[in-house]
């Protein structure tokens, strides 16, 4: 849901990035792949060990960028299957990172409450590869599934949100809700997205 409306605003402030990396002759997989890089190592380095205020903004302004590589190409004129192919894994494989990592520090809370949080954590993952697969089933079988109850960017964005919440002084519980929220949120998506299927392609 928030991610289509995003989209207009990146486009807009990053864009001059977008051209001034395509003058100095850098590529979009570059982009693509550095950017990864960057999110896994935050990942891992601060968000796992429950470094709930630089590790949020970090991830955050790296994956606000995070469409730069697609402006390029297509201000190259080099837009291609791979690229897409290419942009669609790492986010993936960005996304598992980051909800294994808020899992890992999960661990360390006290009661109950951890427990849940890391459970919930540790859902998401699979769901967010569910909500990502039926998607690309969806497109293969000549569908649209492509909306959702919760895009990508929805579950960053809230998940990030709770933990700099957490980060900042709110209680463990507000970080558990907003898990809850995603991995709820990203089943219902699957389901959407299979209704969406069946109801183009029966």
Do not use: N
Not at 113 to 128: D, E, H, S
């Amino acid at each position: 849901m928030l991610g289509g409306h995003g989209r207009g605003f990146s486009t807009a402030v990053f864009g001059p990035v977008a051209k001034l990396l395509v003058k100095l002759g850098v590529s979009a997989d570059a982009v693509t792949i550095t950017g990864t890089i960057l999110a896994i190592t935050v990942s891992f380095t601060l968000l796992a060990r429950g470094h709930f205020v630089s590790g949020p903004l970090l991830l955050g302004a790296i994956l606000v960028t995070d469409s730069i590589d697609g402006q390029m190409a297509r201000l190259t004129g080099r837009a291609s299957k791979w690229g897409a192919f290419l942009d669609s894994t790492l986010d993936r494989m960005t996304d598992a990172c980051v909800f294994l990592s808020i899992a890992l520090a999960a661990q360390s809370f006290e009661g109950t409450i951890g427990t849940v949080t890391y459970g919930f954590a540790l859902a998401i993952v699979p769901l967010a590869m569910l909500v990502s697969y039926a998607r690309a089933r969806g497109e293969a079988v000549g569908a649209d599934p492509s909306r959702g109850l919760a895009e990508r960017t929805d579950r960053l964005i809230v998940a990030l949100a709770g933990c700099l919440a957490v980060g900042l002084g709110a209680p463990i519980l507000v970080l558990t809700i907003a898990l809850g929220y995603v991995a709820i949120a990203s089943a219902i998506t699957v389901v959407q997205r299979m209704l969406a299927v069946k109801a183009q392609v029966s």
